[in-house]
């Protein structure tokens, strides 16, 4: 993968996505009422009934965001109205779209975080996005120490102290994107893999237990969405490009 800049651009009206090319798009949550209500009536009856579910307006309205933009999203790339696309989910939780609908070549992942989502597209290759808001309160060793590899750990504790916590938050979106690439959920250790956290070092799954091969199939990169933010993306295979967009599209 070519190193770009993370500049979150406005994508051209014909737009298109190559094999070897991986989209990733930034949506801000917090918008207008009559947004809200667009985007509301392009979800399905039971994404509707979801959104009912949430106690609070802000939750509700987020919810309602973030999945019809990933409508409107794969909607643009499949050229198909957002309301026509059908998901179906992975054993572990993880969405796809149904074969009739793209899925057989189209694959996407989502994270959101205190008003903010990531929408990661590609084709034929499996991909998995993870965006954290950083707090330092959660950026602790007892953390760190539940969810982390002893090698993870080791790293953390040698850094100096006023860059761990932005180590820990690279540490913990670089795995949680490689899990959700794999799609198996809580059912891969978090502990059973390495990846690097420190400050400036390149994003890299380092090694995994069990199988020496695997983390050569796989491909981490850094994202930078926006300030007080860490995010990570994971993707299979190596030799694609990155563009980053921004929703919505004028």
Known sequence: ????????????????????????????????????????????????????????????????VARGVLRAILGRYLKVEPGQLHFRYSPYGKPALTGESGGETLRFNLSHSYGLALYAVARSREIGVDLEHIRADLASERMAEQFFSAREIAALRALPANVQTEAFFNCWTRKEAYVKARGKGLSLPLHQFDVSLAPGEPATLVSTRGDPLEASRWSLQALYPGPGYAATLAVEGHSWRLRCWQWPAQ
């Open 1 to 64: 993968m070519r190193h770009l800049d993370h500049l979150w651009l406005y994508p051209p009206e014909s737009l298109a996505l190559a094999d070897d090319e991986v989209h990733v798009w930034r949506a801000f949550l917090d918008l207008a009422t009559e947004q809200v209500e667009d985007l509301y009536r392009s979800l399905t009856p039971d994404e509707q009934e979801r959104a009912g579910r949430f106690r609070f307006q802000r939750d509700r309205e987020h919810f309602i």
